[in-house]
């Protein structure tokens, strides 16, 4: 039922709405263009969080795909219709578990927590 369906689309949130809206929807679109910017932030969000996600095609994902136990779905942020084709394949298709493959919240944390010399001591 289309009644059902809210789509969010927040420019800039700070970091506490960022998080609390991958959080509260299902599917969670990248659709960065190569600005320079980096999208690494929320596509690792929504990865952790277990969301399904859609990414533009750009250096970003290259940088992310090695690191996944699966592809994520894809379009070409110069065609509309790829746009429009991914977010219909990502709604019907089952639900793809993606995922980091040997990182976590807890490991990202372990990692950071031993950079600042702080290990274990937590």
Known sequence: DNNDRKV???ISPDNQTLISLVKSVDIVLVPYFETG???SGIASLAIQFGKR???SDTHLIKELEPFLNERPNLF???LDESLI???RETI???EKKISFKSHSFKSNID???KSMGLGKQL
């Open 85 to 87: 084709c991914a977010i």
């Open 8 to 10: 969010y689309i927040k």
């Open 92 to 94: 019907i298709e089952p």
């Open 76 to 78: 070409d942020v110069n």
């Open 53 to 55: 996600v859609i990414f």
């Open 111 to 113: 990692v950071y927590l």
């Open 37 to 39: 910017q980096s999208g």
